[in-house]
């Protein structure tokens, strides 16, 4: 996503030029740049680095975090407990928050945990039935549905 500024129609066209395969698109005050495969990907963004333009980068699927809550702790539960807790059982926690009713923010007993992928010899979260001494179960994380 590449920011809308003077001069912005000669970057485009060096990229047009330089990346025929990728595809260029506006949207509002930015501009939408898709590569064709992830060599020219980060060519583009070395180039828009290179080139002092402000941008920023979507990560692609694939090196997004895993999103998963766990349920059954109490909603005092201490965010830090929980995050030091599954580190010690082994699994790569980059992230924990607790998740909040919609309208009042009144803090719920579920709490969202980000997990790396891909790491070796980690085990599966799924398999949690654990975690700061209490049973709980493990599901996959679904977003709120409506305008964020």
């Given at each position: 996503?590449?920011?809308?500024?003077?001069?912005?129609?000669?970057?485009?066209?060096?990229?047009?030029?330089?990346?025929?395969?990728?595809?260029?698109?506006?949207?509002?005050?930015w501009?939408?740049?898709?590569?064709?495969?992830?060599?020219?990907?980060?060519?583009?963004?070395?180039?828009?680095?290179?080139?002092?333009?402000?941008?920023?980068?979507?990560?692609?699927?694939?090196?997004?975090?895993?999103?998963?809550?766990?349920?059954?702790?109490?909603?005092?539960?201490?965010?830090?407990?929980?995050?030091?807790?599954?580190?010690?059982?082994?699994?790569?926690?980059?992230?924990?928050?607790?998740?909040?009713?919609?309208?009042?923010?009144?803090?719920?007993?579920i709490?969202?945990?980000?997990?790396?992928?891909?790491?070796p010899?980690?085990?599966?979260?799924?398999?949690?039935?654990?975690c700061?001494?209490?049973?709980?179960?493990?599901?996959?994380?679904?977003?709120?549905?409506?305008?964020?």
């Open positions: 996503m590449l920011r809308m500024n003077e001069g912005y129609n000669l970057v485009l066209q060096y990229l047009n030029r330089k990346f025929p395969t990728a595809t260029q698109k506006h949207t509002g005050e501009f939408k740049i898709l590569a064709a495969n992830t060599d020219d990907h980060r060519d583009i963004t070395n180039l828009l680095k290179e080139m002092n333009q402000e941008f920023y980068s979507i990560p692609p699927l694939s090196d997004r975090p895993l999103k998963v809550v766990i349920k059954g702790l109490p909603a005092s539960t201490d965010i830090k407990d929980i995050k030091s807790d599954l580190t010690n059982q082994g699994f790569p926690v980059i992230k924990v928050a607790q998740l909040t009713q919609r309208q009042s923010k009144y803090p719920l007993p709490f969202m945990v980000e997990i790396r992928k891909h790491v010899d980690a085990p599966d979260f799924f398999d949690l039935s654990k700061c001494y209490l049973s709980v179960t493990v599901d996959s994380f679904r977003k709120r549905p409506g305008a964020t």
